[in-house]
C-alpha cells in the first residue's frame, strides 16, 4: 500500500491499484488537463455545433472542473449564435447527443465579434464551472446553441487561422483548460 502525505494526513492511498482519497484541502487542484487544437479547419453550419472538444477523466466524484478556453476563428459569419461550453458523461459526439441524452451547456464564452474588418481573427474566450459530473471519462467542448433553432449558424468561417487567411499570421492554436478542485 502507497500513501502520499500533506504534513502528517494522508492524502491519497493506493492499494491493489485503487487510489483513494483522504482528507483533501478544500480549492485544491487534483488535476489539470489541456484539450489542444493547432489544426486550421471549418465548423459546419446548425442550430448548434462543436468549434473543438476533447475528452477528460474525470478523477473524483466530488470535485468541481474549472474551465478556461481561448479559441482562435477567422471571418464572420453569424455574429451572436450561442457560444457555450459544453459536457457530458461518455465520449460520445455532440450531435449524436443533442436532443436525445443529457448534454449540460453554460453561456460561459465571450465570442468577439466586431465587424470591424473583412477577414479579421477573432477570440472566443470563456470561463466557466461544472459541478454535475460524477468521475469517469466525459466529453468537455466549446461550441453554440441557438435560442431560435436557426440552422445556418456558426460562429466563424474557420478555426486556428494561418498565413492563408492574412500573410502576417503565424498558425493559430486554440486550448481549453480543464483543472479538477476539491470542493
Not at 488537463?33 to 478523477?59: A, L, Q, R
Not at 466530488?62 to 455574429?79: M, P, R
Not at 468561417?157 to 493559430?172: D, I, V, Y
Amino acid at each position: 500500500m502507497a500513501e502520499i502525505k500533506l504534513g502528517n494526513k494522508t492524502i491519497f492511498s493506493e492499494s491493489g491499484g485503487t487510489l483513494t482519497a483522504h482528507n483533501l484541502p478544500k480549492q485544491m487542484v487534483i488535476n489539470a488537463h489541456v484539450i489542444h487544437n493547432n489544426t486550421k479547419s471549418t465548423p459546419s453550419v446548425g442550430s448548434h455545433g462543436t468549434v473543438m472538444s476533447g475528452t477528460y477523466t474525470k478523477k473524483l466524484d466530488d470535485t468541481h472542473l474549472y474551465l478556461h478556453a481561448s479559441i482562435w476563428g477567422v471571418g464572420h459569419y453569424s455574429g451572436l449564435c450561442g457560444t457555450c461550453f459544453y459536457w457530458y458523461p461518455g465520449n460520445a459526439s455532440y450531435t449524436s447527443r443533442s436532443g436525445t441524452d443529457i448534454i449540460y451547456r453554460s453561456v460561459a464564452c465571450h465570442y468577439c465579434y466586431h465587424g470591424s474588418w473583412t477577414v479579421p481573427n477573432m477570440d472566443l474566450l470563456g470561463i466557466g464551472r461544472v459541478t454535475n459530473l460524477s468521475a469517469g471519462l466525459c466529453t468537455i467542448g466549446v461550441g453554440w446553441a441557438t435560442n431560435n433553432n436557426s440552422t445556418t449558424t456558426k460562429p466563424f468561417n474557420e478555426l486556428n487561422p494561418n498565413s492563408s487567411n492574412e500573410a502576417r499570421n503565424q498558425q493559430s492554436e486554440s486550448h481549453i483548460i480543464i483543472y479538477e478542485v476539491v470542493v
